[in-house]
């Protein structure tokens, strides 16, 4: 169980490191793609059949399946994107800066002692409490970012078409 929760682990964040370092849109769209599988993995792992459902049907079937039928029909090529020099340099800045959050995180997960522990609630990722939680505990933060994913669809929308005049 732990080496397939550390092997859904590395896949994880590998896939998230190549979404932000591979040139190719399209190939970013797949590391992105390993990435959601993965989680989902992690989901069933927690016995959270909801969220793993979710995952799998929502993000892996449909959004991810959008972007790159988007990014296709763009067809964006890595000579449209701009040079990215301090790329290298941004990424080694940002593992320097979060660096010390990791060691803390660390520090925490260290001190935890070897009994064993019941981290996770009953009905942990069932529909009626993530249901309870997003409506009645986090409305606002919800609404907040699906008017953030309204905003970027349409702005998205806007730059397409002004490429296209």
């Known amino acids: 169980m732990e080496f397939v929760f550390g092997a859904l682990s590395v896949i994880a964040i590998a896939g998230a490191v190549g979404v932000i ?52 029909v763009l067809n964006v090529q890595a000579s449209h994107l701009p040079d990215e020099k301090g790329q290298g340099k941004a990424l080694v800045l940002g593992a320097v800066c979060l660096a010390p959050l990791v060691a803390l995180g660390m520090r925490g997960f260290n001190t935890l ?8 609630g009953e009905g942990f990722g069932g529909i009626h409490g993530l249901g309870m939680a997003l409506f009645k505990d ?6 907040l970012i699906s008017l953030l994913l309204l905003a970027a669809l349409v702005g998205a929308v806007v730059l397409l078409k002004k490429e296209r005049v």
């Open 21 to 72: 370092t591979l040139k190719q849109p399209v190939h970013s769209g797949v590391s992105f793609i390993a990435t959601v599988v993965a989680l989902a993995g992690l989901f069933a792992l927690l016995s959270a059949t909801f969220l793993f459902m979710v995952q799998i049907i929502l993000y892996a079937g449909a959004v991810i399946t959008l972007i790159l039928f988007v990014i296709m």
């Open 113 to 120: 002692g070897s009994e064993k522990l019941v981290v996770l």
């Open 138 to 143: 986090w409305v606002l933060p919800f609404e």
